[in-house]
């Protein structure tokens, strides 16, 4: 049973370009969630899709941009990269219950940097 | 809003010594809580999570964590430590449908 995958593992890229990060959920999860993560801090959550729609968002600025697709995989889109925007991205999927019992299960990550 | 401290960025024990790590919850709800390790250049790996069946939680590689509702604590435990434990670890509480909220994150040291 593959876990969570996301890919690339490592990205380079220069302020103002646009990335795109990829995720494919654990196999029967229905639900994927983004985090940031900066250098020696923890997890930051950006935002959460379910049945293709944005479920919930953390405190991002509209530069972060998602989607789902019908077999559940997501991307994460950045544009205008800051320096900022420096960090670990980690994709978690699980399946939605509606409520707070629901565990996530995270991906490798990918290392996004800014130059 | 729901938030977790993790009291001590960096922890330092002989291999063979007990582990404690320190996590303390704040939850208007009944809270549910995630113990996470994470290795260099790596993910998150689940260790163990609370769900309010049982408030003594074991999970993988010989951790444990509590509950203590009267002291807000959710810490983890392993008694015997191994090198192998050297890692960051994380304490997270969720929020609604499973959004997860995380603290700062451990440094966990294991000296030969």
């Known amino acids: 049973d593959a876990g969570v995958t996301q890919s690339p593992t490592h990205l380079i890229k220069t302020r103002g370009q646009q990335v795109t990060l990829r995720c494919s959920p654990k196999?029967?999860?229905?639900?994927v969630s983004w985090y940031q993560q900066a250098l020696g801090q923890g997890p930051q959550f950006i935002f959460q899709?379910?049945?293709?729609?944005?479920?919930q968002r953390g405190n991002f600025p509209d530069r972060f941009s998602g989607h789902q697709f019908p077999n559940y995989s997501s991307e994460l889109n950045v544009n205008a990269l800051l320096l900022g925007d420096s960090a670990l991205y980690l994709c978690?999927?699980?399946?939605?219950?509606?409520?707070?019992?629901?565990?996530?299960?995270f991906g490798p990550g990918t290392r996004l940097t800014v130059l | 809003a729901q938030s977790v401290t993790q009291l001590g960025s960096h922890v330092s024990v002989s291999e063979g010594a007990l582990v404690l790590l320190r996590c303390n919850y704040s939850?208007?709800?009944?809270?549910?809580l995630f113990w996470y390790v994470q290795y260099p250049n790596q993910g998150l790996q689940l260790l163990l999570k609370?769900?309010?069946?049982?408030?003594l939680v074991k999970g993988i590689n010989g951790f444990e964590a509590e509950f203590k509702k009267s002291e807000t604590s959710f810490h983890l435990t392993k008694p015997s430590a191994h090198m192998s434990d050297a890692a960051e670890y994380f304490c997270?509480?969720?929020?609604?449908?499973?959004?997860?909220?995380f603290g700062d994150g451990t440094t966990l040291t294991v000296k030969p």
């Open positions: 978690a999927s699980s399946t939605r219950t509606g409520g707070t019992t629901d565990t996530q299960y």
């Open positions: 196999s029967g999860h229905d639900t």
């Open positions: 899709y379910y049945e293709e729609e944005e479920r």
């Open positions: 939850s208007s709800v009944p809270p549910y």
């Open positions: 609370y769900t309010s069946a049982a408030t």
């Open positions: 997270a509480v969720n929020t609604n449908a499973g959004k997860s909220t």
